[in-house]
């Protein structure tokens, strides 16, 4: 089981940045970042391989956010640039079920870390 802490969440100005980390401890794994927003669904916003080599997103975040790990410290970064008030949420970092799997989807998820909340003021 893998065991994830997510920490960088708070509250900026739209247009402003912030930087999500999410320390993972057990076996490495393609690794993502999802957002819930008031509501029952959990979005996928991005995701990256267990290597680094591959990395996916949410269409509405393509150019302003950015996924990437350090796997010498077993951290994933969610670098949020150019917010929006439509990206407030909970974040929440995500390991993938299989090694060499992609977070996706939430059924592609194995563990969930407690989430990190992101305001986004206009």
């Known amino acids: 089981q893998v065991q994830l802490v997510e920490s960088g969440g708070g509250l900026v100005q739209a247009g402003g940045s912030l930087r999500l980390s999410c320390a993972a401890s057990g076996r490495r794994s393609g690794m993502g970042w999802f957002r819930q927003a008031p509501g029952p669904e959990r979005e996928f916003v991005a995701a990256?391989?267990?290597?680094?080599?591959?990395?996916y997103y949410k269409d509405s975040v393509k150019g302003r956010f950015t996924i990437s790990r350090d796997n010498a410290k077993n951290t994933v970064y969610l670098q949020m640039n150019n917010v929006k008030p439509d990206d407030t949420a909970v974040y929440y970092c995500?390991?993938?079920?299989?090694?060499?799997?992609?977070?996706?989807?939430?059924?592609?998820?194995?563990?969930w870390g407690q989430g990190t909340q992101v305001t986004v003021s206009s």
């Open positions: 995500a390991a993938s079920k299989q090694r060499l799997g992609l977070p996706t989807a939430p059924t592609l998820v194995g563990s």
């Open positions: 990256i391989s267990w290597n680094g080599g591959s990395t």
